[in-house]
């Protein structure tokens, strides 16, 4: 069950960068009953943003040649799609964490957070 | 669905230490059916363990005093317990992954592995 939701200017997956610093700035839109939890997030903090990359193929096992398994590469693509993201707070308005640059598209369920 | 489960020493949740490297060596047992997604995971290479903290509270949003969100800490109570784990492999045997340390207890099931 996720916690929320990314809102980005990101729609596809094809205009995802592959380097987080890269991505736009980004607006992790957690879900209201879980407010109480991003007590003490704020503005310059570091945050690790867990998602679900859930356009991603989930019975990829290989990739590339020579044939590397995706647990040793970070293609989305693998059985369990979770993202790891480090992120930078900019703002924090009501249950909206809006943080400098992500890599994820635009509806992407959001996981967690915790700090970097 | 789990892609394996943490072997380890550490039985109860009360013996796991706050510090990564402080925990023992521990094996990632992988289903033998995503065994070739390990290809090219070698020992000495740094991995992050994405694991299901599956004795955590989760209806816990906020601890200590003053009350601090989940999402600002690294409590393992959170409404979604997953676990980031930094480890160093040292050996790989089939589908089996030994690390120097990790502090997630024996049975915890194992969700993903990345590159570092």
Redesign the interface.
């Known amino acids: 069950?996720?916690?929320g939701v990314v809102r980005s200017s990101l729609g596809r997956r094809e205009d995802a960068p592959r380097r987080e610093a890269d991505g736009p700035p980004a607006v992790l839109e957690?879900d209201e009953r879980?407010a109480?939890?991003?007590?003490?997030?704020h503005a310059g903090?570091d945050?690790?943003a867990?998602t679900w990359l859930h356009r991603a193929v989930r019975d990829v096992?290989?990739v590339r040649e020579p044939?590397?398994?995706?647990?040793?590469?970070?293609s989305p693509d693998?059985?369990?799609?979770?993202g790891?993201h480090r992120v930078t707070v900019t703002a924090v308005d009501g249950a909206r964490v809006h943080v400098a640059a992500l890599e994820a598209i635009d509806g992407t369920p959001l996981?967690?957070?915790?700090?970097a």
Do not use: S
């Not at 109480?36 to 997030?41: D, H, T």
């Open positions: 069950m996720p916690i957690v879980f109480p939890a991003l007590e003490g997030v903090m945050l690790i867990v096992l290989q044939p590397t398994g995706v647990f040793a590469t970070r693998r059985p369990n799609p979770i790891i996981l967690d957070l915790k700090p």
